[in-house]
């Protein structure tokens, strides 16, 4: 007898009905097979709301346990409706296929007809992988052109419409009376009262008046609707465009995340009069000129602090950011949660911590840490670590040039009688799949020489000596660099501070938590 597991997926949670019906289709298609193809329900895995295009394949809930489960062996055929259910990104889906045969799993999918079980099959998969690649991309060029002529016409293109309008039935946007005057309120205390966006939030938050999603208001949001073209009547559509990007030095290697960036003023699509506006021309260019006079402040270049990024607050979870505050001609930094500085002490009770002396204290505690490891043992033990990394890129880069000498010539098809139809999406495919290839030994070679340049067993030592040599007084690297060598994470809880290494420190002094400022 032969267990089955079922894989099914969907881009939104409205397409749930689709699972099923995948779910239903490979059950009745393993029926088939015979009765010794058996489907247990312990085994179906499904991913709903889950887009192939913006979530990396390592990353979906339902496909960590199948191949968590497949790891233990629980079932020996993998089932799919199509290899556009299974992954988006040929990358991906190879990469997954090959950990499923590696294991000794027999993959099929629907749709293409494809099993793994026969001759010369990987060519198929990979091709019909690469075509779905192709049509996400074909679908996302279709849908923001849709949206863009859509935006011409005045009506709203997007999530969620901004507060105090809301999307009438002929797809523009309509005024939401019950948040009408909310918004009248921000304005005026802006414009007539001359208050700023911080004093507006305090002000509605201590009267119990909450943002539509029900959360406090914070200055960023004030902002946001002061700026907001909407309320004057004005429709702006392309201002922005997200991006999907892979994320290579984060915890998770190559996963997924969303880029903002700004579109040039000639691709926006701009349409006045598009609905009823709630503010009146005169208040929203005076908004405007206000807001503009404060805007070199917001675009100075920004300080460096040496512990921003690492504080985090033991409370509420938020991360910790610099402030700083001139008294007297004399100018002082403390560190300060966001949610505290935003929301209020009532929101978290995390007190401010003084800069200067925080990180001085910091200071003292790695180079007690760096003192008392820093012996051979210790060092040979990281630079072996930093060696074994050096193998796997270069195992993966090997892998990466195997890829992309299959993807060197184009293939001759017989597009007529084999299953991939249209010739002109076959190049395509083609050309995207051996783009990836080349990407990804671009990618993996400037790892490796990152890796091998940096950590070296000489490296190793220098980023030691030269942070002792800080903590001693010497200028030799900006203290903001030196730290994040050695320090990953501060856990803020009261006056106490929780410190996480990066390094593993082989070392009588001091526990887990280095004491209290």
Not at 116 to 125: A, G
Not at 209 to 230: E, K, Y
Not at 311 to 317: A, S
Request: positive net charge; contains cysteine.
């Amino acid at each position: 007898m032969v267990y089955c597991a079922i894989y099914a997926r969907v881009s939104t949670d409205r397409q749930a009905e689709s699972v099923e019906h995948q779910v239903s289709l490979l059950t009745e298609f393993a029926r088939s097979r015979g009765a010794q193809w058996q489907i247990d329900p312990r085994f179906v895995y499904e991913d709903t709301g889950v887009s192939a295009t913006k979530h990396s394949i390592w990353s979906r809930p339902a496909m960590r346990r199948l191949l968590a489960d497949a790891q233990r062996g629980h079932f020996s055929v993998v089932l799919f409706k199509g290899i556009s259910r299974f992954a988006r990104n040929t990358q991906e889906a190879l990469d997954v296929l090959d950990r499923l045969k590696a294991r000794g799993l027999r993959v099929v999918s629907y749709e293409e007809n494809y099993d793994s079980h026969q001759e010369n099959s990987n060519f198929m998969f990979t091709m019909h992988a690469a075509i779905a690649e192709y049509e996400a991309e074909k679908i996302g060029v279709r849908v923001r052109l849709g949206n863009k002529e859509k935006a011409k016409t005045g009506r709203f293109v997007g999530g969620t419409p901004p507060d105090g309008y809301v999307i009438g039935p002929d797809g523009r946007l309509a005024v939401d009376e019950a948040r009408r005057p909310l918004i009248e309120r921000i304005y005026r205390m802006y414009v007539a009262d001359g208050l700023s966006c911080g004093e507006i939030a305090r002000r509605l938050n201590s009267c119990a008046t909450f943002t539509r999603a029900g959360g406090p208001w914070h200055p960023g949001a004030v902002a946001r609707i002061l700026r907001n073209d909407a309320y004057g009547g004005t429709l702006v559509y392309n201002r922005c465009r997200d991006r999907t990007v892979r994320d290579y030095e984060s915890e998770e290697s190559g996963k997924k995340k969303e880029v903002r960036e700004a579109n040039q003023p000639s691709e926006w699509v701009v349409v006045q009069g598009a609905h009823e506006p709630i503010i009146a021309r005169e208040w929203r260019e005076e908004a405007m000129r206000r807001l503009h006079r404060r805007e070199p402040r917001a675009h100075a270049p920004r300080a460096r602090h040496a512990l921003t990024g690492l504080l985090v607050c033991g409370g509420c979870g938020r991360t910790m950011v610099c402030q700083g505050r001139t008294v007297g001609g004399r100018t002082y930094r403390y560190y300060v949660c966001r949610t505290a500085h935003r929301e209020g002490r009532s929101a978290c009770p995390q007190r401010s911590l003084a800069a200067a002396a925080l990180e001085e204290y910091i200071a003292d505690k790695v180079e007690q840490r760096l003192r008392a490891s820093l012996r051979p043992r210790v060092l040979a033990a990281l630079i072996v670590r930093a060696e074994d990394e050096g193998v796997i890129l270069q195992r993966q880069l090997q892998a990466a040039r195997r890829r992309l000498e299959k993807w060197r010539e184009l293939p001759a098809l017989d597009v007529g009688q084999g299953e991939v139809q249209d010739a002109q999406d076959v190049l395509e495919a083609w050309r995207a799949a051996r783009r990836h290839a080349e990407d990804d030994v671009a990618r993996l070679t400037q790892r490796l020489e990152a890796v091998v340049g940096e950590e070296s067993a000489a490296d190793v030592r220098q980023a030691f000596n030269e942070a002792l040599r800080l903590a001693g007084g010497e200028q030799t690297l900006p203290f903001a660099d030196s730290i994040r060598r050695f320090v990953r994470r501060i856990t803020v809880r009261g006056e106490g501070l929780h410190l996480e290494y990066t390094f593993v420190f082989s070392s009588p002094c001091s526990p887990r938590i280095d004491g209290h400022v």
